[in-house]
């Protein structure tokens, strides 16, 4: 029953942003194509502003947590949030990261740029972009996720992962969801 | 439910099915992450059968257990849920009830926290079933944990003892593909059957029990072998693990291809003879487990002339939790090899200008106004004793000066005040549900022996930490329905304290001037702040109809005062000293009633 291809995925964000439905779907989505699928959701205290961060491991019988230098992809909602994670990336991995910041009560911010030019020395390939932006335009800012996903997907070994999406979205949102899935779906060829 | 399915879940809804599929008619339990999602689960389900088992969230782990026992011995199969440390709290029942032993299979799911993800500490519950000589297994996958738990009820059921299922934060929060088998076991009709030489514990029946208890250890570590994985290799190297670990060692020799022989221990008290074997067969042993050293002990008794390495030779870390890269080091330590992760420059220079984000209480969290209300009025010289939930997080306030366990803000307290024989003032902190928990002992102690302290309930009408969950002062249940709802104010005025005042946080100077009384005031006096917590408030919609816009009109002239800087509210920053209130601003007015310029208003 399951599959032989492996894919290593970190989705990272803070508080609000949606990490914990994008690595559902992913999971979802890989259950019901017959991977085996085993994710870790590290959320303490998320509600109150803090960082979450989902290791989903698409075809593995290891544990949930991904080793360092290994994962083939990280999804950052948020660049520090990213940057914060990237040492998980495998040489040849992608990060996917929403330039867009949200900023930290009582911390300085270090530039974007500074932040993309060390994942560009830390990971095969950076797609670097306002994903913020591109959700406001598919008319909802809670869509980032899912513009995000929309641009992991061609990395996937899955196939139905915009259907599994819609099917989770509440009813109301589904235009916006499957909107912000091609607008992000756009991107995925583009690289740093 | 009935037949055989694959499904994405959570450690924690993989135990909930195992629960269910095994029959449960009774369980209980109190909040703690990492096990807290268990009970909310079956509450969910039960609608889907015929005859729902009992759900309830018990005022504390001790009540939790002693509910759960009192099912048992009815031969009914009965299940407690609490995270490590509830099981400090339910630790007087069960110490005996591993003596009288159980009917309906009883397990208690105890979550372990390694790297105290969410704890005050780490300790380990494999401790306490050895301590209480009663069973423990060990999972290290949702699935295991699903199937465990089934298990664990037959296990119980065999052998007349209680059952430590015991979960960790990676099994607990990790999400699986996991198979379920289906119902396997219908509730039973509860029966008690009278025998006080097997249900009443005075010394002359419990010494009897106790000879009973004792001869069932060789039992049950003959009955748990077939359970731990002994795979012999053509190696110098043999490596004992259990739990998530086991996972982390089955990837790092992948990684480091290496072939050593493999001993996954998967259930305590461990048989002696899988161990053995391992060790005739190996040169050097590495003993790869997270939090105690218990199996590690077991090895290091029986290794004869082999090297045991493991957290006592410092090639396993003693605190924190285990990933595969702390393995990794500790295998290529033990074998004499270099093992590191090059990272590049560039991003370790980066990670050290990452801006931190640490835990804060919500914009509009009442919390943080009856903190400011408290600092105000008996300043930094008060020691605040503080407890668990959200109001720790009052620490960057200075208004929380110490956080031990559950209920010990109020006893320490009268500690403190003891200690000091009324030279300091000493504010005790507590939230509504940690009130219930263990607090009201605290209280009637505190009363009884003549202490003179101020006691805080912060009262936001759920256990907010662990995700809301009711309690008797909330007027519901864990199945949502309203029966009755525990009074507070009578529940303290019966106590017998000297002054009781009930205030709006929100409302500062009504916070204030109760906050002035107390201080003044004789004995033990209670101030209740009372507000529902912003996130339920949110959820309950009774926000959109009230919420107030908030705009600041603050300009640097005002001397970079930055008084609403001390609220640490995520909804205030800060430009060239001027206060910005950002979009998720709930418009609770305090800071409007701090600003001494007025150039905060809501409207």
Redesign the interface.
Known sequence: MAKDEKFDCIVVG?GGQGSIFA??VL??T??REG????????H????????VEVHVRIGSS????I???SADAIVGLEP?EC??F??YLSPEGTAIINTHVV???G????PVA??I???T??CGRVIAYDATRLALEAGHPQTLNVVMLGTLAHLLPLTTLEDVIAEYVPKKALEANVRAFKLGQKYSKRTL | MQHSSRKYLLGNEAIAYGLLEAGISVVSGYPGTPSSEIIPFIARNVERYDKPPHVEWSVNEKVALEVAAGASYCNVRAAVIMKHVGLNVAADPLMTLAYTGVKGGLVLVVADDPGCHSSQNEQDSRRYAYFAKIPCLDPSTPQEAYDFTKYAFKLSEQFEIPVILRPTTRVSHARASVKLHGHDSDQRLARFEKNPERWVMVPAHARLRHVELNKLQPLLRSELASLSSLKLKKSELGVVTSGVAAKYVEEAVMKLQLEPSILRIAAYPMNDDTIVALINNSRKILVVEELEPVIEEKVNAVAGTVEVLGKLTGHVPREGELTVDVVLKGLGQALGRFVTTNLPVELIAVEHSLPSRPPILCAGCPHRATFYALKKVFKKSAIYVGDIGCYTLGVSQGTIDTTLCMGASVSMGSGFAAAFGGDREIVSVIGDSTFVHTGVPGLINAVYNGAKMTLVILDNNTTAMTGHQPHPCTGETATGTCNFQTSMEDLVKAVGVQGLYVVDPYNLSETEEAFVKAKDGDGVQVVIARRPCIISAKKAGALSKTKKRVTSTCKNYFASCKICGTLFCPSISYSDSCALISEDCIGCGVCEQICEFDAIKTA
């Not at chain 1, 911390?107 to 270090?110: L, M, Q």
């Open positions: 803070i690595s559902g999971g979802e890989a259950l991977y085996e699928v085993i994710s870790a959701e590290t303490g205290m998320a509600q109150r502003g803090g960082t290891y544990g949930p947590l080793p360092l230098r520090a940057l914060r990237a040492r900023p930290a009560a911390s300085d911010y270090p500074s932040l030019h060390a994942l020395a830390t």
